[in-house]
């Protein structure tokens, strides 16, 4: 029988510890000098490919104060004005400031007095996992929801699934409800029925 | 006669940067008086730079066009201050708002020359960040003569050039200049009453004070200012009430000798949605521009900015910055903070190596994860197939080696699946791309010839 769930299962919070570094060990280096009030800068601008964490590192800095601000290259014309006020005001007040955007600054045809802004501070690519370091992120994934994940359903999933992490993540989600929802364990069968869910 | 100005006019327009004729040239008028040629300037510091570099020229011209003149005379054209009087008059009439002689001098208390809390507290309120100075302000060709005229202008408020109108594109100094000049002024006159903000901010000032009816006291704290620096006045485009506020607020101290500095991304005739009278009175006083920085003056700046955080870098790889970021400061400030971040993490001396590495962040043009169709029609190139038969059943050596190396080429760099690289490859099936993967894995150990191959292919896929 089906059971029905409580909302969501609980999302684990976002932090340090559960952010799987990959090639971005400078990064996060850089970011928790920022936190420490270590350094003299106050801006970092993250960019990459989706899926790449840069939403993670910016839910960290924004639980450690920061001002955040996710995909700048969404911004319509008023939104890139309100984005420059809001950096002329941190940068008066040293106040630590995080934008993501999906291109380096001057590659996404801002505002030209707001790109260079966004250039003005510390800028880093972040870069995506590799396949044995996203393994080792769903494996912690799993972990922290209590999850059993058996290896032979992580390797599965990165041979015949898309491989950006949020696609991945949330497959490990769905997962997670099914086996909650209908007392199923976790298991390679269950996972095939779930795809197949997914594409009807 | 005339025709002899416009012909001067001709002449240097072609000779002068755009920038230089409208600053130096486009402000003169030209006199004839029996035997005597004169150029007026809109103020001294115009009248003694036109002199000093273009007298020759203007001469020798006359000599050819007006051989019956005997001398050529350079003075200073005095309608500001009438022109000013005349017009103000007008307005103080019409609004009976805050006539010259009732503007409150800024009072300073005795506390808040003891009291160091109050003093902070001033700092803040003026906005005025202490790390802009003319010391640590890198000059060069692009902004001698801004750079000139602030200098002037903070040892002299009011009484040089009022307003001092600075404009030029992003990320060149701007505001740094300004803020040297409030900063110097602070420090010879701490009791001078200086304000600084961004054009945005009193936009909001002003909206404030509408909602609140608060009117008399944004007036009060604006018309009592010693010096008022104000950045990025284009950002008043279309905004009426705001401009009609800063109007008052510009003539109230320009009539009381108090200082108005100015920057702006254009000119001032040029600036859009701003009304004429406004940008009338912007040109009154001096107008100068700063010119991105020149490959030099890039790399002294990059050497001071380097020695303000303690760290070295050698001549070799502050050009080698600089001839790759070329247009603007803040760009080669970022590109700086990068690279020492790079050294302090890794541990290791910045050498160009270094620097390239800690550059791509800041420049690259894409990101590193490419599309199959870039990934086909790049390796087809390199072995000069038609992606066609690539993606085809043909089995001969010619085509499956290409094919091969790019679905582990696509494996690799892009997130796909198997199933869905199969797709892409003329409808594989996921099996064939496994196989094709290991095998590429296996001729990587033990092929040079294909492994050099695949290692150019990344390298220009990745970029």
């Given at each position: 029988m089906k059971q029905m769930l409580l909302a969501l299962s609980p999302t684990p919070k976002q932090s340090f510890e559960n952010f799987v570094t990959g090639q971005n060990i400078e990064v996060v280096h850089t970011l928790e000098q920022m936190i420490r009030i270590e350094l003299s800068i106050h801006f970092i601008y993250l960019w990459g490919n989706e899926g790449s964490g840069k939403s993670h590192l910016a839910h960290i800095a924004f639980d450690h104060g920061f001002i955040i601000h996710d995909d700048v290259h969404l911004l319509d014309d008023q939104g890139q004005v309100e984005l420059f006020n809001t950096y002329n005001r941190c940068k008066e007040s040293q106040q630590n400031m995080l934008v993501t955007g999906l291109y380096s600054p001057l590659q996404m045809e801002l505002r030209e007095d707001l790109a260079s802004r966004l250039a003005w501070g510390i800028t880093y690519e972040v870069l995506a996992l590799s396949d044995e370091e996203k393994k080792l992120a769903l494996q912690k994934h799993a972990n922290e929801r209590g999850m059993k994940l058996n290896i032979e359903i992580i390797d599965y999933c990165l041979k015949y699934l898309k491989r950006d992490m949020p696609n991945l993540f949330s497959i490990l989600e769905d997962l997670d409800k099914w086996s909650l929802t209908y007392k199923r364990p976790i298991t390679l069968p269950l996972l095939k029925e779930i795809i197949a869910a997914n594409k009807i | 006669m005339e025709n002899f100005w416009s012909h001067c006019l001709e002449c240097f327009k072609k000779e002068l940067s755009a920038q230089q004729f409208n600053t130096w040239i486009k402000p003169l008028k030209f006199e004839l008086d029996q035997q005597h040629i004169k150029i007026l300037a809109p103020n001294k510091f115009v009248q003694q730079w036109v002199k000093d570099r273009f007298a020759h020229k203007i001469e020798m011209l006359a000599r050819e066009l007006l051989p019956d003149v005997a001398k050529v005379e350079f003075t200073i054209l005095a309608i500001n201050d009438s022109l000013l009087h005349k017009k103000e008059a007008v307005i103080s009439k019409a609004l009976a708002i805050n006539p010259p002689n009732n503007v409150t001098e800024p009072h300073v208390t005795e506390t808040s020359k003891n009291s160091v809390g109050h003093i902070q507290k001033e700092v803040k309120t003026s906005g005025l960040n202490s790390h802009f100075t003319f010391e640590s302000f890198v000059t060069g060709k692009a902004n001698q003569l801004a750079c000139a005229a602030a200098m002037q202008v903070s040892e002299n408020p009011g009484k040089a050039y009022n307003p001092l109108f600075i404009y030029g594109g992003v990320g060149l100094g701007k505001t740094h200049l300004i803020q040297a000049i409030g900063n110097h002024l602070k420090h010879i006159q701490p009791d001078a009453k200086i304000k600084y903000l961004h054009a945005e901010r009193y936009v909001s000032d002003v909206v404030k004070a509408y909602e609140n009816k608060s009117f008399d006291a944004f007036k009060k704290n604006y018309h009592s200012l010693d010096l008022l620096l104000i950045d990025d006045?284009?950002?008043?485009?279309?905004k009426n009430r705001t401009q009609e506020e800063f109007f008052y607020a510009f003539n109230a101290l320009i009539e009381n000798k108090k200082q108005i500095i100015i920057t702006c991304d254009s000119y001032p005739k040029e600036i859009g949605g701003v009304d004429e009278r406004l940008r009338t009175r912007f040109s009154w006083g001096l107008t100068v521009a700063i010119e991105p920085p020149e490959l030099e003056m890039r790399v002294a700046i990059l050497l001071k900015k380097a020695e303000g955080n303690k760290m070295k870098i050698s001549e070799e790889v502050a050009f080698f910055i600089a001839k790759q970021i070329r247009s603007n400061v803040r760009e080669l400030e970022g590109a700086l903070n990068r690279i020492l971040a790079m050294s302090n993490f890794t541990k290791s001396t910045i050498d160009i190596n270094l620097t390239k590495e800690a550059l791509k962040d800041l420049i690259a043009v894409r990101g590193r994860q490419v599309s199959v169709e870039n990934i086909q029609k790049t390796v087809a190139d390199y072995f000069k197939i038609k992606i066609s038969d690539m993606l085809s059943k043909k089995r001969s050596r010619n085509y499956s080696k290409p094919r091969q190396l790019a679905m582990a080429i696509t494996r690799e760099l892009t997130n796909l699946s198997f199933p869905e690289i199969g797709e892409a490859y003329g409808g594989r099936h996921h099996t064939t791309v496994m196989h094709a993967c290991e095998e590429i894995d296996q001729i990587r150990l033990n092929n040079p010839s294909t492994a050099q191959d695949l290692g150019i292919l990344m390298q220009v896929l990745r970029g």
């Open positions: - | 006045i284009q950002f008043f485009a279309k």
